[in-house]
């Protein structure tokens, strides 16, 4: 399975920061993605998700989360590394993110070599402050080797 739906999910993640800095909250949000992409934890990806949820692939919610939970019980080990490029904060309540973000993962069962998948992703996150919680509702991922 491919590690794209990993990546689209770490663009996609709710935050807990203080409410008059949505630029600190979304980075947090993406920082706790990371780590709930590590840890594996679909129910984290369901809460972050906005329900009206499409991405350029033609993915909704509901294939997005699929995704992602069939990305996790493929890997038994998640690691990423991911870098924010650009937060921009619309004034009505939206806002653009871009994050590259390299991930390995290592599927249950393979060879040390054979069963590793690692690539590097750029994704474009388009996000909505839903009363207090900033959800994703678009990304655009590409592979983004040699940026």
Known sequence: MKAWGLACALAV??????????EAEIRALL??????AEGRDTGFFGDVLGESYRDTRGNDREEMLRTLRGYFIANQRIEIVSRVD???VEGDGTARAVVHAGMLGRRTGAALIDGIDADLYRFELTLVNDDGNWQV?????RRALGE
């Open 13 to 22: 993640l709710a935050t807990g920061c203080a409410a008059d800095d949505p």
């Open 31 to 36: 920082a706790a993605a990371e780590t709930a």
């Open 86 to 88: 650009e937060i921009v």
């Open 137 to 141: 509702i678009g990304a655009d991922v």
